[in-house]
């Protein structure tokens, strides 16, 4: 098997040393192919390497990983981003399914990292995240962002404003859009805490709603929200009270 050819950007020589050094004992398919300091050298790095991973500190002293992305015009490489704020810009690279490590550096962490990539690799689409990032890091927090969401056979990639709702399925999530249903390999606790700041709101333990597609709330014994596809979900009691409230605050 190919080697993966990884570089490091970090401007912190602590992070930059223990990843280099881990890749080289630890990870026998990869191979560190240099290290930079800052935006510029690694622009110039990632022009001189062609890598096929970037470990990608976010903060950096002459700009941030995000602003080096866009100096590029085509991405021929992953990238796993590490940071020492863990909320900082955070939420577009979990929507945009990229991957991150938290400072101090975790050796398990860079495991399970690396294995999503040649995951990614092997599905021949994990490319397309970064352009998602790219696109969602310019509009905020927008319903127009975009979400990558991991179905068996990959990834679809989906207006966040197109979907209507998720029900659980176990240890699955069903996706309702405008146009589909996705099946999707992740829990509807990762949906809830990837949604929340986009105006989504889980109203019983196997529902999380958009509300910009709620069309009516029905009161009684078991209220009922209908959505805009016309169907019926149940509002449970232990979440109707702030449910009712959040339906307050933004009306």
């Not at 950007?9 to 240099?34: Q, Y």
Request: positive net charge; charged residues 25%.
């Amino acid at each position: 098997m190919k080697k993966l050819r990884c570089i490091i950007i970090d401007d912190e020589k602590t992070p930059r040393e223990w990843l280099a050094i881990t890749l080289k004992k630890s990870f026998p398919n990869t191979f560190v192919a240099g290290v930079a300091s800052s935006l510029a050298t690694g622009l110039e790095l990632i022009k001189t390497t062609k890598p096929d991973i970037i470990f990608l500190d976010i903060e950096l002293g002459d700009g941030t990983g995000f602003d080096l992305l866009k100096e590029l015009v085509e991405y021929s490489f992953d990238v796993i981003f590490t940071t020492s704020h863990e909320k900082y810009a955070l939420n577009a690279i979990r929507v945009s399914a990229l991957d991150y490590l938290i400072k101090p550096l975790d050796i398990s962490d860079l495991e399970r990292g690396i294995k999503k990539i040649e995951a990614k690799r092997e599905t021949k689409n994990g490319l397309h995240h970064l352009k998602i990032l790219n696109e969602n890091l310019g509009r905020g927090i927008s319903q127009e962002n975009k979400i990558a969401l991991a179905s068996i056979s990959g990834f679809d990639f989906v207006k966040i404003a197109d979907i209507i709702y998720c029900q659980s399925d176990v240890n699955y999530t069903i996706v309702k859009t405008v146009t589909k249903e996705i099946m999707v390999s992740k829990s509807l606790k990762t949906y809830d805490e990837l949604l929340s700041d986009y105006n989504f709101f889980r109203i019983h333990q196997s529902y999380l709603i958009n509300m910009t597609h709620l069309e009516k709330y029905h009161r009684g014994k078991t209220p009922v929200v209908i959505m805009s596809n016309k169907d019926h979900l149940n509002v449970s009691r232990n979440r109707k009270e702030e449910f009712l409230n959040f339906l307050k605050a933004i009306s």
